[in-house]
């Protein structure tokens, strides 16, 4: 499948300039011309990577970064005129997991780009799921055995807690409306005032979020649905 990067940068050149490189390499990109617009991007897009500048008008790449990583786990490769080592640090603890100093060789980008998908495409592949043993962070679904870790401590789940998680872990990043969990998991039609769906996954939650309110496994899509 096609890799597709996000490249975000105020200057259009450059932005043009990254995109020629990488869909020569056959990678789709997607471009922003600042980070305001990139969120509003990641929000309808799926993407395996973004470039993303440091130096921007109305929210700076640190801040973007943050924001970035509260939901999402794709590789990050922050651009920034400035070559300071405190600087670099500043972008790795935001949350980077990479940074090039402008102005910088495109090939060496494209190479650290490509070093990136690897990594990530080879941790975040089928192959964990295909084996029935799920890890996201330190939450860990096996499938063969109906047993639940977070932060290697079983977690004792009912059978339909189970199904409703195992279901989630496996969509992992896709909402699921609650119509799609309760007809998957109940296997008979939902009905519309039902909040069965609900009420599982607040035990759920009280199970593996180490703060139930603020859960950072089963986040709520309002007016969707669910989603890890």
Known sequence: MMSRILIVDDDKAIRNLIS???????????????????????????????????????????????????????????????????????????????????????????????????????????????????????????SDTRQVWVQNEEIRLTPKEFDILELLARNKGNVLSVAKIYETVWKEDFLKSDNTVMVHITKIRDKIEVEPKHPIYIKTIWGVGYKI
């Not at 922050?78 to 495109?106: H, R, T, V, W």
């Not at 070093?115 to 941790?123: A, G, V």
């Open 20 to 142: 020629v490189y990488l869909e020569n390499e056959g990678i789709q990109t997607l471009k922003a011309e600042d980070a305001v617009e990139a969120i509003k991007m990641l929000e309808k897009n799926a993407f395996d990577l973004i470039i993303l500048d440091i130096m921007m008008p109305k929210m700076d790449g640190i801040q973007a970064c943050m924001k970035i990583r509260e939901e999402r786990n794709m590789p990050i490769i922050m651009l920034s005129a400035k070559s300071e080592d405190m600087d670099k640090i500043q972008g790795l603890a935001a949350g980077a997991d990479d940074y090039l100093s402008k102005p910088f060789n495109p090939l060496e980008l494209i190479a650290r780009v490509k070093s990136q998908l690897r990594r990530y495409k080879k941790y975040n592949s089928e192959p964990t799921i295909e084996r029935n043993v799920i890890e996201i962070g330190d939450l860990t679904v096996n």
